[in-house]
């Protein structure tokens, strides 16, 4: 079925309406939250909480350990909103659900985006609970978050993908790690629908196309950013190596537990990012 170009217009314009009169001043950044990564909305200050399920129009997050709720507040200055807790393909929504609270921050005037995720490592380099900067990705679930009719608003039908990944952004995040003695390496990002975990035939299809990661999220509000002109900074935090990579198996807990594991370094890290933005 076609999407209707008005009717999916005016519920993001209402989206947007009812965010920004329960929130004070203009958003600098926003900040979605991985699985595991939660607990970063925590560093802001002067929080105001609003819960997706309040929201007109907004999706809701049925995953547990993800909170379902916007949490606006300060950080190093900045007015930061953060999703804690974001929409997947596998809970059942569309593609363009999970990607349509990018389209609500374009109308809310935000202009810089920070999307976090937990990733199966590929890369045998990469340890448990490190942190990866997404430099690319790789899509092979053929659904997009833009299929159907074109909202003009938001950017034009056909654009470009090679900048996104704001190379200003991971130069500058580099930058902050070494200072902070943070490592922090590079990757690519492979897209897998979920929520079954992949097996290592398939890991190891995407090692051999250039994936370095793997996850079930992120990629489709990558692209709706493109389309909306936002540039991203994307970091992954390595939750548990891939399929077939060590040979042990591999549960939603450990996931939960490495971001928990890693939540120090990953809140300074951020939270220097941001004042740098």
């Known amino acids: 079925m ?17 965010i920004r009169e329960h929130i004070a001043g203009q958003p600098d950044i926003a900040i979605i939250l991985g699985s595991g990564l939660g607990t970063f909305a925590e ?22 350990f993800h909170k379902g709720e916007f949490v ?42 920070i999307i976090t995720n937990a990733a199966g490592g590929i890369d045998e380099s990469y340890s448990l609970g490190e942190l990866v900067c997404v430099k690319d990705h790789i899509k092979l679930v053929p659904d997009s978050p833009l299929r159907g009719i074109n909202i003009p608003e938001f950017g034009e039908r056909f654009f470009d993908m090679q900048s996104v990944y704001n190379k200003n952004y991971i130069k500058s995040a580099h930058d902050i790690a070494d200072k902070l003695e943070i ?8 897209y897998m629908a979920g929520p079954q975990f992949e097996t290592p035939a398939e890991i ?16 489709a509000e990558v692209i709706m950013a493109a389309h909306c002109g936002i540039p991203v900074l994307c970091i992954s935090c390595v939750s548990n190596m891939a399929a077939g990579i060590t040979g042990a198996a591999i549960t939603h ?7 928990k594991m890693i939540a120090d370094k990953f809140k300074r890290l951020v939270t220097e990012i941001i004042g740098e933005m």
Request: hydrophobic share 35%.
């Open 253 to 259: 807990d450990e996931v939960v537990e490495t971001g």
């Open 183 to 190: 490592p922090l390496k590079d990757g690519v990002y492979g």
């Open 2 to 18: 076609i999407k209707n170009i008005k009717a999916e217009y005016k519920n993001y314009a209402e989206t947007a309406d009812y």
């Open 72 to 113: 606006y507040g300060t950080i190093r200055g900045k007015k930061v909103l953060a999703m804690n807790g974001r929409i997947h393909y596998y809970e059942g929504y569309e593609m363009w659900q999970t990607a349509y609270p990018v389209g609500v921050f374009k109308l809310l005037g935000i202009d810089k985006i």
């Open 43 to 64: 560093e802001l200050n002067d929080t105001i909480i609003i819960p997706y399920k309040d929201i007109p129009n907004f999706p809701v997050s049925t995953v547990q």
């Open 204 to 219: 190891q299809m995407l090692k051999t196309i250039g994936a370095t990661l793997v996850g079930m999220s992120t990629v």
